[in-house]
């Protein structure tokens, strides 16, 4: 549990013993690849960390179609946070992407965080303030920008994301058929 600490100390000022009473409520797992954290229709109970691995966050559309929403990479907090803090059935899917190791906070342990670290507020505002600010920049980039800059992006955003996932996934959460994506790999090594 080394890495969440040092993520935490990062966030926020905590000590030592606040720490151990918070993450002793915790459990580590490791997951294979493709399994599913978190199913639609059901209350998200639970926050991820992941200490090492990959995991996707997907909705599948009323045709079954799946849809990349979003990436989620080492040192990163991952739930259907809008669902969680609602206490409602989610719409999502979390997919493990490759082998992921996580911390699992349950909902009593991010209650009990609220309640008795000192910063335990501020480190929860903390995850939804960039949660927010990246589902916010994610809706104006599918807008405001061409598939080709969203591309170039990816990797800005995601490192070393196209040596890990499917391309499909990719051209999925870029918003583009996977006939897309490849003509965009080509003109870059093209370029090369």
């Known amino acids: 549990m080394e890495q969440i600490r040092q993520v935490m100390k990062q966030m926020i000022n905590v000590s030592e013993d ?3 009473d918070f993450l002793s409520q915790a459990v580590t797992k490791t ?5 599913i954290l978190s199913r639609p ?3 998200p109970n639970e926050i991820f960390f992941i200490n090492k691995g ?7 559309d009323n045709e079954g179609t799946e849809h990349t929403i979003h990436f989620a990479l080492e ?16 719409i ?21 965080g609220y309640k008795n670290l000192i910063d335990g507020q501020k480190m929860g505002r903390f995850i939804a303030e960039y949660y927010f600010i990246y589902q916010d920049n994610r809706i104006k980039n599918m807008y405001i920008r061409t598939p080709k800059q969203r591309y ?18 990719i051209a999925s959460y870029l918003g583009i058929t996977p006939i897309h994506l490849s003509r965009l790999k080509k003109a870059e090594i093209k370029k090369l």
């Not at 990959?54 to 599948?60: A, D, E, F, K």
């Not at 991952?78 to 989610?90: C, H, L, R, V, W």
């Not at 170039?152 to 996934?169: E, G, K, L, Y």
């Open 152 to 169: 170039d992006s990816i990797t800005d955003v995601f490192p070393n994301i196209h040596n890990r996932v499917p391309q499909h996934m």
């Open 31 to 35: 997951f294979k690849r493709q399994e």
């Open 75 to 90: 040192n990163q907090f991952i739930a259907d946070y809008s669902n969680f803090i609602q206490k409602q059935p989610s």
């Open 41 to 43: 229709n059901t209350i």
């Open 92 to 112: 999502y899917s979390l997919q493990t992407l490759e082998e992921t190791q996580v911390v699992i906070l349950p909902r009593s342990t991010i209650e009990y």
């Open 18 to 20: 606040e720490l151990n």
């Open 54 to 60: 990959l995991i996707r966050v997907l909705i599948t």
